[in-house]
């Protein structure tokens, strides 16, 4: 026990460090080899709404969110990489409030040099060290279209992985998957980074080795995947990445014995990466800011975790039942979820043979990432009642684990006889 203990926090310093100084070294890449790419990075954005509806599923993308990133990325505002890298600072040229598609136009088009610059030192930001880069070469527009490729081709790679790998989790996971609206998540980067670590953090669990899949590696993904999360995201849906894989996992064994346990132990494991490396940044933060950064970040934590929003006070019961509404905001996607779903109580009905009853117990494991989406929107109801319209995501998994509780198919593999 306390080797697993030590290894996971040498692994969680380990990652603390080279975070740190990989986001020095971006630093380092010049201002100047990036303006023109961030000047048609902002004359694209100054066309679009700052948060336009996408086409096909109409949910809003967040442009606001995705303008911050490209100041954050595009500018090197203090002297020293590992005080940029700590505090992450970007430029703001509209007075009173913070605009950053405004700013981006009116210091890259209209050459207005007087902007404020506030730093945002609570977040890693990790995704500056792909997004500084690509910079170089590309501008927003052609990033998105990148971003889309690649995301629309991950998302099919695991849909063909569960297909080879567990039977009773591939139209669930398609139907949560629509609910997340996919077409708004790849052309916004905002939404792309916790995406991408659900992904590959899936593709990790399906693809793991029949012998090792109950055994302590598996694990060791979900540490990394919390790891991951708290790096690169801006506390969009977080724990996707979580109750996604864990619904596979359930899914990718045959006894499921044990499976209670090992789910219990991926989640403690996945909360201590994503933990751990929240507060390495903030220690980081605090030895270079003192007491300054430590009042930001507890009014914060007070602020996001709180009941309160513009005035008005809300319950958290309410603020989940809005998260719900939602997620279910488009009628056929709900009726083909209802429909499938009594469907497939009916067959389980029917069904119920020896095996379906002995794996009934089993079954209820699919709880743990029914209810920690849930559990999530309680506890941060401030943030998700401001940003409903991205955070109802954080539920999908609620609905995919549900949806494979009912399902009537089973899956094949086996586990080690050791462990059976």
């Known amino acids: 026990m306390k080797k697993n203990a030590l290894r996971i926090a040498i692994m969680i310093c380990i990652s603390i460090v080279t975070g740190y100084l990989l986001l020095s070294a971006v630093y380092l890449i010049p201002s100047e080899a990036q303006r023109n790419n961030l000047k048609a990075s902002a004359s694209f954005l100054a066309e679009e709404k700052t948060y336009r509806r996408e086409a096909y599923s109409r949910r809003r993308l967040d442009n606001f969110t995705d303008a911050l990133m490209l100041l954050e990325s595009g500018y090197q505002i203090y002297d020293n990489a590992f005080i940029n890298a700590v505090?992450?600072?970007?430029?703001?040229?509209?007075?009173?409030?913070?605009?950053?598609?405004?700013?981006?136009?009116?210091?890259?088009?209209?050459?207005?040099?007087?902007?404020?610059?506030?730093?945002?030192?609570?977040?890693?930001?990790?995704?500056?060290?792909?997004?500084r880069p690509?910079?170089?070469?590309?501008?927003?527009?052609?990033i998105r279209q990148l971003n889309t490729w690649i995301l629309f081709t991950l998302i099919m790679l695991v849909a063909w992985a569960i297909a080879k790998r567990t039977?009773?989790?591939?139209?669930?996971?398609?139907?949560?998957?629509?609910?997340?609206?996919?077409?708004?998540?790849?052309?916004?980067?905002?939404?792309?980074?916790?995406?991408?670590?659900?992904?590959?953090?899936?593709?990790?669990?399906?693809?793991?080795?029949?012998?090792?899949?109950?055994?302590?590696?598996?694990?060791?993904?979900?540490?990394?995947?919390?790891?991951?999360?708290?790096?690169?995201?801006?506390?969009?849906?977080?724990?996707v990445a979580l109750t996604m894989p864990l619904v596979l996992l359930w899914g990718t064994v045959d006894n499921r014995e044990h499976i209670t346990r090992l789910m219990l132990k991926c989640t403690f494991c996945w909360a201590i990466g994503y933990a751990g490396m929240w507060m390495g940044k903030w220690g980081i933060a605090l030895i270079c800011d003192g007491r300054a950064f430590g009042d930001s970040l507890f009014n914060s934590i007070k602020s996001r975790s709180g009941t309160e929003w513009n005035g008005a006070e809300s319950t958290r019961f309410q603020v989940l039942m809005l998260n719900f509404e939602e997620l279910f905001l488009n009628p056929k996607?709900?009726?083909?979820?209802?429909?499938?779903?009594?469907?497939?109580?009916?067959?389980?009905?029917?069904?119920?043979?020896?095996?379906?009853?002995?794996?009934?117990?089993?079954?209820?494991?699919?709880?743990?990432?029914?209810?920690?989406?849930?559990?999530?929107i309680l506890v941060v109801s401030n943030h998700s009642w401001n940003h409903t319209w991205f955070t109802y995501r954080t539920l999908a998994p609620s609905i995919f684990s549900l949806l494979s509780l009912l399902s009537p198919f089973d899956s094949k593999p086996t586990i080690p006889e050791a462990l059976q």
């Open 134 to 142: 690509l910079l170089l070469i590309m501008d927003y527009e052609q």
């Open 167 to 239: 039977h009773c989790c591939l139209i669930p996971f398609c139907l949560a998957l629509l609910l997340m609206s996919p077409t708004a998540i790849v052309e916004s980067l905002q939404y792309s980074t916790v995406t991408y670590v659900t992904l590959l953090t899936s593709l990790a669990v399906l693809g793991a080795p029949k012998d090792s899949v109950i055994c302590k590696r598996i694990a060791i993904v979900f540490l990394c995947s919390g790891i991951a999360v708290a790096y690169f995201d801006l506390l969009t849906f977080p724990t």
């Open 87 to 131: 505090r992450t600072p970007y430029y703001n040229a509209v007075s009173g409030e913070i605009k950053p598609h405004k700013t981006l136009t009116a210091l890259l088009l209209e050459d207005n040099g007087e902007a404020q610059v506030i730093d945002y030192a609570r977040y890693w930001h990790g995704y500056q060290i792909i997004l």
């Open 333 to 376: 996607l709900t009726i083909s979820i209802v429909c499938f779903s009594a469907i497939s109580a009916i067959a389980l009905f029917l069904k119920r043979d020896q095996a379906t009853i002995q794996h009934a117990k089993a079954r209820l494991a699919l709880l743990i990432p029914t209810l920690i989406p849930m559990l999530w």
